[in-house]
C-alpha cells in the first residue's frame, strides 16, 4: 500500500463556526494504481488532496504514506515528504508567466537543494520525458494550453516522486489535447510505475484512465469501486445520477476507445 487513511475528519474554522468538510473518511491506494475521484463543487476533493499531498492536516485519524506516519512529521519532515514524494499537476498549469520551461520545471529542485548544473541537467530530462525537449528556453505565453501542461507534468516529475496528484489536470484543455495529455500520463505511468490520484469530473475522462473511482458526496467518500463495478452497483443516488447521464458500454468497447485514442 503506498498510501492508507482512516477516520479522517476535517472541519475548518468559519468565524465562531466550525465548518465539518471531511467526514469519516477511509481511503487507501495501491502502488501503480490509478485512482479517480469524482463528486460535485464543494463534496471535498480538494480538500482530501490537499491532505493526501501533505499540503494540509486533518482534524482527526490517521495518515500513512509509505510506510511514514504522516501526523507524527514535524513541518520541516512533512515538507520533505511532500517535496520528494508527491507530484502535483493544476488545472491552471501554475508556472510562472516569466521563467523559461526549464526554470519552470526546476522550481522543485531548487527546494530540494539541487546545485545549479544537476538541476539543470535533472530538468532537461524532465523536459525530455514529456517531449518538450525543444521548448527549454520558451515562456508559457509562447506555448500551448496543451505543451503548458506538459511542463506542469515535467515538474511534478523532476523529484522523481512515486505518487502524481492531479486536480482536474486536464479540465482546461480541449478535447483533443485531452487525450494527448491523458496518454502521457498513461504513458508515463508504466514507464516510472506511478501512482495517480486523479480529480476529475469528466465521466469519459475517468472511465478511460481509471483503475477505481472514487465518489465523493458532502465530504464523505460513498462509493469506491473498479469503473464498472462501479456502473453495475451504482449504491449511491449521486452516483446513480452521475451515470445514468451515459450510455452503457461494454468492456471490449472500452479497450477499444483506449486503443484509439493513443
Ligand atoms: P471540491 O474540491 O470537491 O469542490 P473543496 O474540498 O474545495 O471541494 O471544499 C469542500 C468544502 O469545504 C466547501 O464547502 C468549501 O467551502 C469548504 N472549504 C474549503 N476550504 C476551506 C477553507 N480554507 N476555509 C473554510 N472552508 C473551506
Ligand atoms: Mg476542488
Known amino acids: 500500500m503506498i ?3 482512516k477516520g479522517i475528519y476535517k472541519d475548518y474554522q468559519q468565524g465562531k463556526m466550525t465548518v465539518p468538510v471531511l467526514k469519516d473518511v477511509d481511503f487507501s491506494m495501491e502502488e501503480g494504481e490509478y485512482v479517480a475521484i469524482m463528486g460535485p463543487s464543494g463534496s471535498g476533493k480538494t480538500t482530501l488532496m490537499n491532505i493526501i499531498g501533505c499540503l494540509d492536516l486533518p482534524t482527526s485519524g490517521s495518515y500513512e504514506l509509505a510506510g511514514q506516519d504522516v501526523l507524527q512529521c514535524k513541518d520541516r519532515e512533512l515538507a520533505d515528504v511532500r517535496l520528494n514524494s508527491i507530484g502535483f499537476v493544476f488545472q491552471s498549469f501554475h508556472l510562472l508567466p516569466r521563467e523559461s520551461a526549464l526554470e519552470n520545471v526546476a522550481l522543485p529542485l531548487i527546494y530540494a537543494g539541487v546545485k545549479k548544473p544537476d538541476r539543470e541537467k535533472r530538468a532537461a530530462a524532465a523536459l525530455d ?9 520558451f515562456k508559457p505565453t509562447q506555448l500551448s ?4 501542461q506538459r511542463i506542469g507534468i515535467a515538474r511534478a516529475l523532476a523529484l522523481e516522486p512515486k505518487l502524481i496528484i492531479c486536480d482536474e ?4 484543455l480541449d478535447v483533443s489535447v485531452q487525450a494527448q495529455v491523458l496518454n502521457l500520463l498513461q504513458e508515463l505511468k508504466e514507464r516510472l510505475g506511478l501512482t ?3 480529480i476529475s ?3 469519459n475522462v475517468v472511465y478511460q484512465v481509471s483503475d477505481r473511482v472514487g465518489v465523493m458526496y458532502l465530504g464523505k467518500m460513498v462509493e469506491i469501486a473498479a469503473y464498472d463495478q462501479l456502473y453495475e452497483k451504482r449504491y ?3 452516483t446513480e445520477a452521475l451515470l445514468s447521464a451515459i ?3 461494454d468492456a471490449d468497447d472500452r479497450t477499444e476507445r483506449i486503443q484509439l485514442n493513443r
Do not use: I, T, W
Open 247 to 249: 450510455p452503457q458500454v
Open 236 to 238: 449511491h443516488p449521486y
Open 129 to 137: 520525458r514529456v517531449g518538450l525537449a525543444d521548448r527549454v528556453e
Open 145 to 148: 494550453g496543451g505543451q503548458k
Open 196 to 198: 495517480y490520484f486523479f
Open 201 to 203: 469530473h469528466n465521466l
Open 3 to 5: 498510501l492508507d487513511l
Open 169 to 172: 489536470a486536464v479540465s482546461a
